[in-house]
Each structure stands twice: as C-alpha cells, then as structure tokens.
C-alpha cells in the first residue's frame, strides 16, 4: 500500500480575503470627499486655534484654504482606504494606526468644512479635545464597570443606573456635609467618596439575583435601571424639594499638575483637571495591568471563560462573580459623581441620559480591555464635543443632528467597527455547581 503525500495547505489557501473593513473606509472617504472637500467655496479659508489666552505657550492661530485643505484630507483618507483593500487581498494585518490616522484625515477635513467662510470665529481645537475628555468621564468609568464585570461572566446592563445613583448620592452627601461643615471643597470631595458606595449597593443586589438565584441577568439588570430611576426621582420631589441645601450645585476645583499643564495643547487637555480625571486615569492603568497581569486577573478571566475548569482547580467561581459584580458596581456609581460633584451641577431627573448604554457599547468595541474601553470612550466623547463645537460654532447642520451625532457614532462604531470581537465565553450564564 503506496502512501499519498499530500502538499501542506498554506494560511492564504485556506483564509479568504475580508473587505468588509476596507468597504467601511472607502464609503466614509467618498462621503467626505463629496460633503466636505467639493463643497467649500474655494476662495474660502477657516481658521485653528491651538492655545488659548490663558494657555502657558501661545501658539498662533493657523489659517488654511478650505476646499484645499479638506480634499488633500478626503483624498488621503481615500488613500487609506485602498491600502486596507491591498492589505486585505493578501491577508496582511494592518496596525492600530490605520483606523487612528484615517479618522484624523476625516475629522480634520469635517472641521475644516464646517468652519470654512467664518472669518470671526475659529475651530477651538484645545477646546475640542478638552470637551471630549470630559464627556468622556462617565463613559470611561461606565465601560469598566461592564469589563469587570463581564470577564468574570456577569452581564451588567444596570450600568445606566448605577451612574445615576451615583450622581444622586454624591449630590446629596456633597450638599449635607456642605451645610454642615461651610466648606464646599469638603463637600465635593465627601460627595466623590460617597458616590461608589450606591454603585456597589446596586451592584450587590444585580449579584444576587444573578448569581444566588440565577435570574436572567439582562432583565434583572434593565429593572435595575427603572428602579433606580423611579427611587431617585421620587427622592428629587420629597427629598430634595424639601431639603434644598442638600441639592447644590458643588464643584471639584481643577487641580493643575505643574509643568505637565504648560505642555501646548495636550497640556491643558490632560492636566489641568480636577481630581475625578486623575482618578480615572488610575483606574485605567490599575485595571489593565490587574486584568491581564496579575494572579487576580488570571482567575477572573478563567471564571468569564470556563467556570467548571475554574472550579475544578479550586476558584471560588460565585465568589468571584460576586466580588467583580460589586467593584463593576462601585467604579461606574464613581463615574456617576461626573455629573453633580465633578460638572458642578445640582442634580436633576434621569441626569445620565442614557450614558450607561453608551459605555455598554465602548466595552463592546473596546473588547472586553480597560485600555480598549478608554479608548471607544473618548471616540464617543469626541463626537459629543463636536456637536458643542458646531454648535459654537453656528454650523449649518441642524441642531437635531447634532445632538444625535454621539449616538450615530455609538452605532456605527459598534456595527462596523468591532469585527469579530468574542466576548467571554460563559457571559451570562450562571454556574450551577
């Protein structure tokens, strides 16, 4: 009997082209060749601040011509597109800077169309990358709460509840120790404190439904939300209407870091925040290196992925689920303190406004990764602070799209940006032992 060799089948036989993401890049820059680069006028200019009469280093203000600017962009970015095509013919991976420098190409080309022909305004460009960090705060702290709890294999829908009842306790522990200390810094900081602590309460109860009682963790988490919403409202009209010292409007001051500050451009954006910024940078930093580098993080991981191999070498699997469920709790009601304590504002109904949902979708598109997840967050931040911006700015969009530029950029990001991104394999399924 003669053996057949056979020849080896190489990766590119078996492996067929994706160009679904090359399609994406292609429509994109053929809408921004057509909206923004063919339609300036072209004796038309529009102007770039980078610094701003406070900034340490002033960097003057840069005047381009708008359809030239915005074409050069469009075509670049069409560029682009036709590399990814090229490299996906031949299955080659494209790095992270791809899609980064892609985006830049458009938004600067979008900037520069909607700022074309106003000679007495500018595009505020350190105001623009300011206003996308700080809206996304909630967010940052929201998609970590879904990335702890998820890895472990807990479904947190609740996030949108537990930023809000953040925000309320934080009001109101800020307003009481206010009044009854006279120092509102005190307040602030007492209210920034008190805040996890309603997240982690919400938290514990969404843990015990779903991991002692095995509720379906999606509906337990959506009647999280209403509940929450339902108790804070009716604390805002008993409460707080009776109580009006303890709903004040109570800020955290900006704690500038030195020389760090003056750094033009980035300096101001990163580093002349208040004290919930600095905080979220920290939890980034802690959770990834404890997610993916720590004994913790292991054990954590291998419960989301398979709870029964986990347990057969000694992981307390509900334990653990219980314990993330509570942190995820706690790290988004931390979140929650954006809107009263850290913005300065008093609070009011469903403040969070659908916040939780959307760092629901930067986990999703951060993949299941704490840096993943900052980084979705500030993309969804970004397109909130552009539509500021156009506004400012007196953009002919009209202003209902403008308001629904964060939610259009939550769905495309989540629809065609994300791939094939596998979440942990035993999310949302309880273990039963």
């Known amino acids: 009997m003669t ?20 399609i994406i890049y292609g429509v994109i820059a053929l809408i921004s060749l057509v909206a923004f680069g063919l339609t300036p006028h072209a004796s038309a200019s529009t102007r770039f601040a980078f610094a701003r009469p406070t900034d340490f280093v002033q960097i003057p203000t840069v005047t381009v011509p708008s359809m030239a600017t915005a074409l050069t962009m469009s075509i670049l970015a069409l560029g682009l597109a036709g590399y990814a095509a090229w490299a ?6 494209v790095g992270a800077w791809l899609p980064i ?6 938004v600067i080309a979008m900037l520069t169309w909607a700022g074309a022909g106003k000679e007495n305004t500018s595009m505020q460009v350190t105001g623009l990358l300011t206003g996308a960090l700080v809206a996304s705060i909630p967010l940052v702290f929201g998609a970590l709460s879904g990335t702890v709890c998820e890895r472990s294999g807990v479904v947190n829908i609740a996030i949108e509840g537990q930023l809000l009842g953040g925000a309320f306790l934080a009001a109101v522990v800020a307003g009481g120790i206010a009044d009854a200390s006279g120092s509102r810094t005190l307040g602030a900081y007492m209210g920034l404190i008190a805040a996890p602590l309603a997240g982690a309460l919400i938290g514990a109860v969404l843990a015990l439904f779903a991991v002692r009682y095995w509720v379906d963790q999606i509906v337990v988490g959506v009647v999280l939300n209403v509940l929450v919403v339902g108790i804070t409202n009716f604390l805002f009209g008993t409460l707080m209407r009776d109580n009006p010292q ?3 409007a109570i800020g955290l001051s900006a704690l500038p870091i030195p020389l760090l500050g003056d750094i033009p451009v980035l300096g101001p954006v990163l580093f002349r925040q208040n004290a919930l910024v600095y905080l979220m940078y920290i939890v980034v930093i802690v959770l990834h290196i404890m997610l993916f580098k720590s004994r913790w993080g292991l054990r954590v991981r291998a419960v989301g ?6 347990d057969t070498v000694g992981i307390k699997v509900n334990r653990t689920r219980v314990r993330n469920t509570i942190l995820g709790g706690a790290i988004a009601g931390l979140g929650g303190a954006f809107f009263t ?10 403040m969070s406004a659908g916040k939780g949902f959307i760092a629901l979708a930067a986990m999703i ?22 539509r500021e911006q156009f506004g400012i700015i007196g953009s002919s969009i009209p202003s209902e799209f403008l308001t629904m530029f964060p939610y259009i950029a939550t769905i495309f990001a989540v629809a065609g ?17």
């Open 88 to 93: 996906a013919s031949g299955l080659r991976k």
């Open 305 to 310: 992925e398979h709870p029964k191999a986990a």
């Open 101 to 106: 420098v892609f985006g830049v190409l458009v």
């Open 341 to 350: 304590v850290a913005a300065g504002l008093a609070f009011g109904k469903e």
């Open 246 to 248: 303890l709903n004040q």
């Open 365 to 386: 598109l951060g993949r299941w990764s704490p840096k993943g997840a900052l980084a979705a967050a500030v993309l969804f931040g970004f397109a909130d602070s552009l």
């Open 3 to 22: 053996a057949v060799a056979t020849a080896p089948v190489s990766a590119a036989s078996v492996l067929k082209p994706n160009y679904r993401n090359a």
């Open 417 to 433: 940006l994300v791939g094939h991104a596998r979440p942990p394999a035993a999310e949302g399924t309880p273990y039963k032992k």
